[in-house]
Structure formats: structure tokens, C-alpha cells
């Protein structure tokens, strides 16, 4: 299997098992800053509430220490090796058919929704998002678990992509259901 390949299920030659194949985008390079601000951010805060616990209550001294340095790495190897990881994994693609995702770090999910599935599109931009000229397209379905989200995409992309499986999604017959 190649990177390259069009997303679809198809049966693999001489087999009846069918297999599939990466979606065909990647995520913004820009995500790469995003995911290592959040890491930032939740290093000032975590590392922060702990320092502050060391510094004023002397009693929690013993078992503070410990935990402020194992989140201190944690949070430095993650910063460190995360955002990169993620920006090679994260694929996406939309089709006529279906939305595909494939995501993750150290566990990897796959998911395809079929258009007909589909219950909304909605399109989520934060503060530091914003300020990368980012996006998150969110695409809902009925089931708790049937829904995707792809964080990273360049706004505009994400704004022409919601326009587009909307328009696709009117046209579905189905119930999304």
C-alpha cells in the first residue's frame, strides 16, 4: 500500500478481504505549531498549579517533587516528538461518497462516514487557530461514535470543504439516521 493511493474499500488482488487505503490530504504544516502551543499551554498550567503547590505548602514537598518532575518530561518528550508525529499521520479526504480520517499518535483511528450518515457539518476555530489561519472541520453523525473530526486544515479549505459536503449531503438521499 502506498501513500498516494486513493481512499476507497476494494478488494485486495487474489483475496476476498478488502483493504484500504490512506486519504489522500495531509493536514496543515502550520498544525505542527498548533499542537506544540496546546503542549505549551498545558505545560504552564499543569507545571504552574504544581510549582505553586511545591512552593507554598513545604508538607507536599515529598510527593510533589516526584510528580512535578515526571510531568515536567512528560510534557517536554511530548512537546518534543507529538506535533511532528502527528502532522505525518493525520490524513483526510472527502469524496462524493464518504468522509475519511485517519489520525492519532499512538494509537491510530480510522474513520469513514458515509455521506448519507451525515447529520451536520460544523467548522471550529480557536484563539491560537485563528491566529495560524487554521480550522477544524467537525462532520456529525446520529451514532456517539460516528463522528469526525479533522484539526489542522487551513481555514479557507475548511470553509470551501463544509460549503461542499453540505451541497453533497442535500443531495444524498437517506435519512442520517
Given at each position: 500500500?502506498?501513500?498516494?493511493?486513493?481512499?476507497?474499500?476494494?478488494?485486495?488482488?487474489?483475496?476476498?478481504?478488502?483493504?484500504?487505503?490512506?486519504?489522500?490530504?495531509?493536514?496543515?504544516?502550520?498544525a505542527?505549531?498548533?499542537?506544540?502551543?496546546?503542549?505549551?499551554?498545558?505545560?504552564?498550567?499543569?507545571?504552574?498549579?504544581?510549582?505553586?503547590?511545591y512552593?507554598?505548602?513545604?508538607?507536599?514537598?515529598?510527593?510533589?517533587?516526584?510528580?512535578?518532575?515526571?510531568?515536567?518530561?512528560?510534557?517536554?518528550?511530548?512537546?518534543?516528538?507529538?506535533?511532528?508525529?502527528?502532522?505525518?499521520?493525520h490524513?483526510?479526504?472527502?469524496?462524493d461518497?464518504?468522509?475519511?480520517?485517519?489520525?492519532?499518535?499512538?494509537?491510530?483511528?480510522?474513520r469513514?462516514?458515509?455521506?448519507?450518515?451525515?447529520?451536520?457539518?460544523?467548522?471550529?476555530?480557536?484563539?491560537?487557530?485563528?491566529?495560524?489561519?487554521?480550522?477544524?472541520?467537525?462532520?456529525?453523525?446520529?451514532?456517539?461514535?460516528?463522528?469526525?473530526?479533522?484539526?489542522?486544515?487551513?481555514?479557507?479549505?475548511?470553509?470551501?470543504?463544509?460549503?461542499?459536503?453540505?451541497?453533497?449531503?442535500?443531495?444524498?438521499?437517506?435519512?442520517?439516521?
Open positions: 500500500m502506498t501513500g498516494e493511493e486513493v481512499p476507497h474499500l476494494a478488494l485486495a488482488t487474489g483475496t476476498d478481504r478488502p483493504h484500504m487505503r490512506l486519504p489522500r490530504n495531509r493536514v496543515e504544516r502550520r505542527i505549531w498548533w499542537w506544540t502551543i496546546r503542549v505549551l499551554l498545558s505545560m504552564v498550567v499543569v507545571l504552574g498549579a504544581l510549582g505553586m503547590t512552593g507554598l505548602w513545604p508538607q507536599s514537598r515529598p510527593w510533589v517533587g516526584p510528580v512535578l518532575l515526571v510531568m515536567a518530561i512528560g510534557h517536554v518528550v511530548t512537546g518534543a516528538v507529538m506535533p511532528r508525529w502527528r502532522y505525518h499521520v490524513r483526510w479526504e472527502c469524496t461518497h464518504a468522509v475519511y480520517e485517519l489520525k492519532g499518535w499512538l494509537v491510530r483511528e480510522w469513514i462516514v458515509p455521506i448519507s450518515r451525515i447529520q451536520s457539518v460544523d467548522v471550529a476555530r480557536g484563539p491560537v487557530q485563528q491566529w495560524l489561519g487554521l480550522a477544524t472541520l467537525r462532520v456529525v453523525t446520529a451514532s456517539m461514535e460516528g463522528h469526525i473530526k479533522i484539526v489542522g486544515l487551513d481555514a479557507d479549505v475548511v470553509a470551501r470543504t463544509a460549503a461542499e459536503l453540505t451541497a453533497i449531503t442535500q443531495a444524498t438521499p437517506g435519512d442520517a439516521t
